[in-house]
């Protein structure tokens, strides 16, 4: 079975600080996906990255970097110099490369960036 | 762009109704899935189906089914609807493989 733990369950800063979600996920397959997705107060979902396990290169996107350790089974994002337009609540999640191949998701981190 | 579409924002309902959550995708996408999302739970599955007419029971089956005549078209219904599945019910759609899945704008669902 997998299992995705988001320990943060809130967090307020203040707008231009940078901030690290955290993530660690749990499972014994050794192909697999991990993947961030956004949700504004709008309600949908907005997916931002997908890694799969044998690629542990760090990724950057403008202000967002990922941070992917398979030693202690983390998948890290860090927004940098935070906007007001980043408060969302962000999940993490796994999918593995058997069996029904769904989502399994974290139970979320809900960032305020004040201004 | 992909488009997922949730036919109600907003639904109420009363126990004992059978209820209907319809879902519709525009990307020719071989999986669909239901999700509810709870506070302090995050999402979690209630069924998915990789082709038409073909469906899988996810975490949380219990008091739910699901219906997929057509690729596009994915509808998950409450047979007998119960307070306990007051949520905010979501639809997703993927093509096959670990690939992102792309999601409605969620439905609302309030059980009087």
């Known amino acids: 079975a997998q299992k995705v733990t988001q320990a943060q369950t809130e967090i307020s800063v203040v707008e231009k600080e940078d901030v690290t979600l955290d993530c660690v996920y749990e499972?014994?397959?050794?192909?697999?996906?991990l993947f961030w997705y956004k949700q504004p107060p709008s309600g949908e979902l907005v997916f931002l990255i997908r890694r799969n396990s044998f690629d542990e290169q760090n990724e950057i996107s403008g202000r967002y970097s990922w941070n992917f350790q398979k030693s202690t089974s983390s998948f890290n994002f860090t927004i940098t110099a935070s906007q007001v337009v980043d408060s969302a609540v962000y999940f993490c999640?796994?999918?593995?490369?058997?069996?029904?191949?769904?989502?399994?998701f974290g139970s979320g981190t809900r960032l305020q960036v004040q201004p | 762009d992909v488009k997922v579409t949730q036919s109600s924002r907003y639904l109420v309902k009363r126990t004992g109704e059978k209820v209907f959550l319809e879902c519709v995708q525009d990307m020719d996408h071989e999986n669909m899935f239901w999700y509810r999302q709870d506070p302090g739970l995050g999402l979690r599955l209630i069924y998915f189906?990789?082709?038409?007419?073909?469906?899988e029971k996810g975490d949380i089956p219990e008091g739910y089914s699901v219906s997929r005549e057509k690729k596009e078209r994915f509808s998950l219904i409450l047979e007998s609807a119960s307070t306990n599945q007051t949520s905010m019910y979501l639809c997703a759609s993927s093509h096959r493989g670990l690939q992102p899945q792309h999601f409605g704008d969620g439905t609302r669902l309030s059980i009087l």
């Open positions: 999640a796994l999918s593995v490369d058997t069996g029904r191949r769904a989502l399994t």
């Open positions: 189906s990789y082709d038409v007419k073909m469906k």
């Open positions: 499972t014994r397959d050794t192909t697999y996906y």
